[in-house]
């Protein structure tokens, strides 16, 4: 049994390292570690709560919006503060353009390499790749002029002999598939796709002045005037430039990243029996309907499917949260073996671990900075698939008819759902539903607006004397890789605790004290492996749950101290 290390497995977000045995051609047995430190929420202790989200969003520089939301979130939840509806659905646009950017940008640039081969793209002859491209979508750049010089492009790349982020791939794989001339179709889009994702994403900085990190967030609503006659505020004029952005969103997702998806999936067809993990999946469910708060008027549901059941959806408590930190580089003063609700979560840092460089961990002990979260003691995988198997189990009805055309289209069952392929088509299906929603979200904006409904912010409870000594609140999101969750202590107007449960920590978990494996690592189990020193099969199934090992873990020196103590903002 031979025994292989990955470091690092991610592209671009994070140091996340994958451990695995082989055995006969097949992963035994595997183990997740990140290897970076996180300390945001110590930061935040004795600050101001209305000042969380801007410390929170530095968690990572790739999910953007997504800490701040769940961060106001919290605070709002803690003093039981109401959004106006307007501010509810400017959010819903704000973190929906996020989601769908999101989405494009890791199947193009953080997972399609893990099933076309770029090289292979100098082999295609640029007239078939155009006839592909045509009978597939209505697309208007697929003349074989355009792939040609994509392809002369792509040569002179090449040529130069530096390669970049592409230096270290497995190019000629033997579980790569693609013809060539699909192999160029997708380098083309890649390339697209660059610039599409810097275009629409100007809808942060008309709605948020800003991307990344948008700056119009506030408790108690969004801090952007709405006004049809003033050019400093949001009015039509700005109202129509999303619109036409919205349409350049959808058009890009229907037309390219939709046919690509199901002409990819259409040659890894077995990979719908590959990557099934845990089989529980949890969705915090996002974009309330109306300012109610009530989990009930999400437009994407909350709930558990457990056992890969799809027949019943379980609701959510989220007092049954426990993080677990046996094989974490943590301690909790309660001891081992003993699951730790985030309201009394402690980010108490002990690394006991190899120092590099080292060949292996330890993974008998401790060997990851990531927490192993836990839902009623069971491990449970949260992001697109779990979102869109929750909804369907739930009968959403645009979800359901999504899924099963989808599902139709490659000629598999909903079973196929539960593998590494279903996490990729997921995303696909999801981004493709958004896409088609955000428009309508703006459309009843614009009728508010229209109508003399102008109310942004409710300023109640903002004045820290209005508050009561001490107040407790949770914040819940489905940001891109999943759910996302804050959670608040508040004592005398200050921040007694802050702790925040990831997608990338529920996913990328380590065992917990029952030995239990999280999603990565059971996800894992019985993968076939080609070749053990280019093992592509491992990338594909950690890369398609989108790892993002920034917002899980922060960055201390080796002693443990802080490297900056942010003073003031």
Not at 280 to 293: I, V
Not at 389 to 402: I, N, P, S, T
Not at 480 to 507: E, F
């Amino acid at each position: 049994m031979a025994k292989i290390a990955i470091d690092p497995i991610t592209r671009i977000e994070g140091h996340l390292r994958i451990e695995a045995e082989i055995s006969g051609g097949r992963v035994a047995d595997a183990w997740s570690s990140s290897t970076m430190f996180r300390g945001i929420e110590r930061i935040l202790q004795g600050r101001d709560p209305r000042d969380a989200w801007v410390f929170t969003q530095r968690f990572c520089g790739v999910c953007t919006t997504v800490h701040a939301i769940a961060s106001i979130r919290c605070v709002e939840n803690a003093l039981n503060i109401t959004i106006p509806q307007n501010a509810e659905i400017i959010r819903n646009i704000i973190i929906g353009i996020q989601n769908v950017q999101d989405h494009v940008i890791h199947f193009y640039h953080l997972h399609a390499l893990d099933w076309v081969d770029i090289t292979s793209a100098l082999k295609a002859d640029p007239a078939k790749t155009a006839s592909l491209s045509a009978s597939i979508s209505e697309w208007p750049l697929n003349s074989p002029t355009y792939f040609k010089g994509v392809q002369g492009k792509l040569k002179a790349f090449v040529e130069t002999g530096r390669l970049g982020p592409f230096a270290n791939a497995y190019w000629g794989h033997p579980a790569y598939r693609l013809p060539p001339e699909a192999n160029l179709m997708a380098v083309a889009h890649y390339l697209e796709a660059l610039e599409w994702q810097k275009e629409i994403i100007r809808i942060h900085a008309i709605l948020g002045s800003k991307n990344p990190h948008p700056q119009t967030f506030i408790v108690g609503g969004m801090a952007i005037a709405l006004d049809p006659d003033s050019q400093s505020a949001l009015n039509m004029d700005k109202i129509a430039e999303i619109r036409s952005l919205l349409k350049k969103t959808r058009d890009f997702v229907e037309k390219v990243y939709i046919p690509d998806l199901l002409a990819v999936a259409a040659f890894y067809k077995d990979w719908a029996a590959i990557g099934g993990g845990v089989g529980n999946y949890l969705a915090y469910g996002d974009f309330p309907m109306d300012n109610s708060g009530k989990p009930e008027k999400l437009w994407m549901p909350r709930g558990i499917i457990l056992n890969r059941d799809l027949s019943k959806v379980h609701p959510v408590d989220d007092k049954k949260i426990a993080e677990y930190v046996d094989h974490s580089w943590y301690e909790y003063s309660a001891g081992a073996g003993k699951g730790v609700h985030p309201w009394d979560g402690e980010t108490n840092h002990k690394y006991t671990g190899p120092r590099p460089p080292y060949e292996f961990l330890d993974t008998n002990g401790k060997y990851s900075w990531v927490k192993a979260p836990r839902y009623a003691d069971q491990p449970m995988e949260v992001g697109p698939l779990s979102r869109l198997l929750v909804a369907y189990g739930a009968g959403h009805k645009e979800v359901k008819q999504a899924v099963d055309g989808v599902l139709a289209k490659l000629g598999v069952g909903p079973e196929a759902l539960f593998s590494t392929l279903g996490r990729t088509a997921a995303r696909g299906i999801e981004t493709l539903l958004l896409a088609a929603e955000l428009p309508k979200w703006l459309d009843q904006l614009t009728a508010n607006i229209v109508g003399g409904d102008l109310h942004i912010h409710n300023s109640e409870r903002w004045d820290p004397k209005d508050w009561p000594k001490e107040a407790s609140g949770f914040g819940l999101h489905e940001a891109p890789r999943g759910a996302l969750g804050h959670w608040i202590r508040i004592r005398d107007q200050k921040i007694l605790n802050y702790q925040a449960i990831v997608p990338s920590t529920w996913n990328a978990s380590p065992r917990d004290a029952a030995g239990t494996r999280g999603p990565y690592e059971a996800a894992l189990i019985d993968t076939p492996i080609a070749d053990q020193n280019k093992p592509l099969e491992i990338l594909r199934t950690i890369h398609s749950f989108d790892p993002c090992l920034a917002c899980a873990v922060h960055l201390v020196d080796p002693a443990g101290n802080d490297l900056v103590r942010v003073r003031v903002l």
